[in-house]
């Protein structure tokens, strides 16, 4: 299948272009989410790429195509309401409903990729229901579920941040979700400005041609972003391997909270790296992006099994 509608992604000197495979992943209810899949060798880790709140797949592209090249397989589902998804765009009746949808995804995973490690990666936005589903007593919301999860990357995190609303404008957001309907359906501009995501001028042109970039969600949405923040917060029950990846000069994200955050992770194999004047979306990073693609690729290979 084709991508007929995405404004092409500006290529990073030196990373290979590998195309995706654009297909289509059917969720419980039977919607169809569009996904980018890069498949690469047999028995390599498999990587789950959760995207930010203004994002989609076709933004991580430069990164999985040096994953891919690495020998590592990339799923890259573009969230409802985003992306290539048109249906109820900027929209979330509850965020039980976006869990469900990637415990679909990562039981298909585990199908389709039988041996394989299976890495969750959340940028930004994604961080928050990343964190939570790779918690150690994490209870499925679709039922019982060994969710087979060997390790857990977060890029700029978006646990915590910088950039929100007004009092007054987060009690309308309230008032109109508790009224429903479709007064829970109105929409707010997202308050992120696109210099905050990449001081690279090729990249802020791309993002503001970017056709499918969502710049305004639902009262709804806010508010069940609300809770899976709430519930990211406390998701310091995470045993499993963490690497956090963080911007040093991130506007976006609270990058002192985020690494309080990560000095209570109960994991004794975490890592926190931060890149000292990068700005949020390390993806769009040129300068750093050598640097911070090698580290990512070197620490999901470590997750490889060790054959004897």
């Known amino acids: 299948m084709k991508d007929l509608v995405s404004t092409p992604l500006p290529p990073i000197a030196g990373v290979p272009q590998i195309q995706p495979e654009l297909t289509k992943l059917r969720m419980s209810d039977g919607v169809d989410l569009f996904a980018r899949i890069w498949k690469g060798k047999s028995g390599a880790p498999v990587v789950l790429y959760l995207h930010g709140i203004e994002g989609h797949s076709q933004w991580f592209e430069n990164t999985a195509s040096y994953l891919n090249s690495r020998g590592i397989s990339i799923i890259a589902p573009d969230r409802r309401g985003s992306g290539l998804n048109p249906r109820d765009r900027g929209n979330m009746t509850s965020y039980k409903g976006y869990l469900t949808d990637l415990e679909v995804i990562l039981r298909k995973a585990a199908f389709d990729f039988v ?16 964190s939570v589903i790779a918690q150690k007593d994490y209870k499925p919301v679709s039922g019982e579920l060994n969710l087979p999860i060997a390790g857990l990357v977060l890029t700029s995190p978006g646990i915590y941040t910088k950039v929100d609303y007004g009092a007054g404008t987060k009690f309308q957001i309230a008032y109109n979700s508790l009224l429903g309907g479709e007064t829970s359906h109105r929409k707010w501009p997202i308050p992120i400005e696109i210099a905050m995501f990449t001081d ?14 969502l710049t305004e969600a639902t009262s709804s949405f806010f508010v069940e972003s609300f809770k899976l923040s709430r519930l990211a917060e406390k998701a310091t029950g995470i045993e499993m391997p963490l690497l956090i990846l963080q911007a040093g000069s991130d506007i976006i994200v609270d990058v002192e909270k985020v690494q309080g955050w990560f000095s209570k992770i109960k994991s004794g194999t975490k890592d926190m790296r931060i890149f000292p004047d990068a700005h949020h979306t390390l ?15 070197e620490w999901i290979l470590a997750r490889t099994p060790v054959v004897t």
């Open 283 to 297: 993806d769009f990073d040129v300068n750093w992006f050598k640097e911070y693609t090698h580290v990512l690729a």
């Open 200 to 213: 690279n001028p090729t990249f802020q042109g791309f993002l503001s041609r970017d056709t499918l970039r």
């Open 115 to 130: 041996g394989h490690p299976i890495i969750v990666l959340g940028n930004c936005w994604g961080a928050k229901a990343a």
